[in-house]
Each structure stands twice: as structure tokens, then as C-alpha cells.
């Protein structure tokens, strides 16, 4: 995702983008990282991810991995949406409780 300078490396593989999500869920969850790196980090991997997708198109087998990935992250996409349309009195916002949701969506899926 981010080298030690803050520069984004693009993924390539379908490794890069399976690691690089969970990566990203874990930069949502962090307490550390700002809101701005949160959001870069998230428009970088999707951009990356649709380049990756139409590289394969063709290619069914590799096709159906970039979906896969491609479900994950609107799922992922779908628990921020939700945390962010809470009021703010509520503790549900909080960044810690963004990854077991999207662990638990993920199970439901298998």
C-alpha cells in the first residue's frame, strides 16, 4: 500500500490486492492513521483494483478472483457507509468496530 515515504505502490497481483485489503481494513481500524491517509489508501486500491479487473477481462479464472475481491471491498464500502450514517453519539463509529463487521459480512458470504 504505502511505502515509509507515503507513497502509494500500486498492486498488481491478485496477492497484492488479497493482502492489500486487508491491509486497508486494518488501516481503517488503526487509531493512528488520519482520515485523509484512510481515504487516499481507499480511492488508490479501488483504482488500482478496476485497472487490474480490465487487464483481465478476458481472462475468466483471474476474472472471477478480481470480482471476488471487488465484492469484498463494496461489502467493506457498505460497513463504512453504514458507521458513518450513525449519529454521533454513538460509539458504534468507532474504528475498531469497522473490522469485525466486515469479517463477519465476509463469512456470511462463504
Request: aromatic residues 10%.
Given at each position: 500500500?504505502f511505502?515509509?515515504?507515503?507513497?502509494?505502490?500500486?498492486?498488481e497481483?491478485f496477492?497484492?490486492?488479497?493482502?492489500g485489503l486487508s491491509?486497508?481494513?486494518?488501516?481503517w481500524?488503526?487509531?493512528?492513521?488520519?482520515?485523509a491517509?484512510?481515504?487516499a489508501?481507499?480511492?488508490?486500491?479501488?483504482?488500482?483494483?478496476?485497472a487490474?479487473?480490465?487487464?483481465?477481462i478476458d481472462?475468466?479464472a483471474?476474472?472471477?478472483?478480481y470480482?471476488a475481491i471487488?465484492?469484498?471491498?463494496?461489502?467493506f464500502?457498505?460497513?463504512?457507509k453504514?458507521?458513518?450514517?450513525?449519529?454521533?453519539e454513538?460509539?458504534?463509529?468507532?474504528?475498531?468496530?469497522i473490522?469485525p463487521?466486515?469479517?463477519a459480512?465476509?463469512k456470511?458470504?462463504?
Amino acid at each position: 500500500m504505502f511505502d515509509k515515504s507515503g507513497q502509494w505502490i500500486h498492486l498488481e497481483t491478485f496477492d497484492d490486492f488479497d493482502n492489500g485489503l486487508s491491509d486497508l481494513i486494518e488501516l481503517w481500524s488503526s487509531e493512528t492513521a488520519t482520515q485523509a491517509m484512510k481515504d487516499a489508501a481507499f480511492a488508490h486500491f479501488k483504482e488500482d483494483l478496476e485497472a487490474a479487473s480490465l487487464e483481465w477481462i478476458d481472462n475468466k479464472a483471474k476474472s472471477k478472483k478480481y470480482a471476488a475481491i471487488g465484492q469484498e471491498l463494496v461489502e467493506f464500502e457498505e460497513v463504512l457507509k453504514e458507521d458513518t450514517s450513525v449519529p454521533a453519539e454513538s460509539d458504534s463509529k468507532a474504528p475498531e468496530a469497522i473490522a469485525p463487521k466486515v469479517a463477519a459480512k465476509a463469512k456470511k458470504k462463504s
